[in-house]
């Protein structure tokens, strides 16, 4: 599915772009092109530093959907919507389809053109795709990890519990943390403890 991979590819530019310091130009460039060759773009990938100002903009009003998502249920769901209307509001062009020249596979387009701006195509597709999952699922696209100190957002979807961390990495830092400060307060309550 599309709106998926364009999800999958906004989570990614979001967390790259948000994760990266202000003055860290290179770094940042190099993060972001990696996650645009993952993630099937067609190169050359011409990224200025007006270029990676703009994208970092628009991941940080995406971020808002995800942080909307956090507040769980219906609400979630209505606020994440309320944030990619008013995410969409802004986006320039009507909804048209492009396949690049045939360079890749035929997907929706929110922007005027192939030539929009970086920071234009990055917010108008992830909108796209963000939009197609809300009213594919009725639910909010995902949430902000909830790990101690993590700034990721991540993708909620498939069957089983809600999804409350961006990777297994931080789901497995918070849970030996728990199981830490419970040895602890186990040890601070028993008879004679510390």
């Known amino acids: 599915m599309l709106s998926m991979d364009t999800a999958r590819r906004t989570v990614a530019l979001i967390n790259v772009l948000c994760a990266a310091e202000e003055g860290a130009e290179g770094e940042a460039r190099a993060a972001v092109t990696a996650v645009l060759r993952e993630h099937g773009e067609p190169e050359p990938f011409v990224l200025t530093g007006a270029d ?18 956090d507040t769980g249920g219906a609400a979630g769901t209505d606020l994440a919507a309320e944030a990619l209307n008013g995410l969409l509001s802004r986006t320039r062009g009507g909804l048209r389809l492009t396949s690049h020249s045939g360079t890749t596979p035929w997907h929706p387009h929110l922007d005027g053109d192939d030539e929009a701006p970086w920071g234009e195509w990055f917010l108008a597709s992830s909108c796209l795709a963000l939009t197609v999952l809300l ?60």
């Open 135 to 194: 009213w594919d699922r009725g639910a909010a696209p995902g949430g902000l990890c909830g790990a101690a100190g993590c700034p990721h957002v991540y993708l909620a979807h498939g069957a089983g519990p809600e999804r409350r961390y961006c990777s297994r990495r931080c789901a497995t830092r918070e849970r030996v943390a728990a199981h830490r400060r419970a040895r602890a307060a186990e040890r601070t309550a028993a008879p004679g403890g510390a």
């Open 52 to 69: 990676l100002a703009d994208l970092r903009a628009a991941a940080l009003l995406l971020r808002e959907v995800f942080a909307a998502g």
